[in-house]
């Protein structure tokens, strides 16, 4: 059942939504850019969140500082590298074993920024990585990146710039492409659904 929580990052007291369904394994979801009004209740987070918990994971999806009702400002993705270590410490104090990390646009880039900052985290899933946008040259080695999804309309993360990065972030890595889906996946949910969900089940077996 999902639950409203809140949790400190800098002393900063943020919001977020835990849904328990394992009590083993669960994934944090990071949202959009927040200063283009992106939150934990975007759509795309939502369909992220509906994917992990077919497959009988815990989610937690929570809102950097300064958005919604999270205390702080935006911190140019700085402070926001600090909001994910801090609800992966939550999760740990909860008795989670194994954290995966997944985020959209902005939260993507922010958590390819966090990954690498603690062996905690056990796979990364990357919808739409803004690499059209935002600077990801100081990446140069995702281990634990199993999955890219993008749009072939995206004009934020273009598929032949993510087709060229991946494989230097992660040679192992899959690559999906929705066809006719833009950066905001309107009327792709359900394949967006089905294609993390597909992934999960195969690392499952």
Known sequence: MAEQITFKADGFQLEGIIDRISEERAVII??????YGGDMYNS???SIQTAYSN??????????????HSEGQFDNGI????D????????IQKGFKSIDLAGYSFGAWVNAQTSSQSESFQNLIMVSPPVDFMDFNNIQSIPMLSLVIVGSRDDF??????????PVWNETAKVEIIEGADHFYGGA??????IISSRLAAESE
């Open 44 to 46: 795309v987070v939502s």
């Open 79 to 82: 402070g926001e590298q600090r």
């Open 30 to 35: 990071t949202h959009p850019h927040p200063q």
């Open 84 to 91: 994910v270590l801090a609800a992966l410490e939550y999760l």
């Open 157 to 166: 993360a273009s598929v032949g710039n993510i087709e060229k990065v991946v």
């Open 55 to 68: 497959m009988q994971y815990s989610t937690l999806r929570f809102n950097f500082r300064g958005s919604g």
């Open 189 to 194: 949910n359900e394949e967006l659904v089905n």
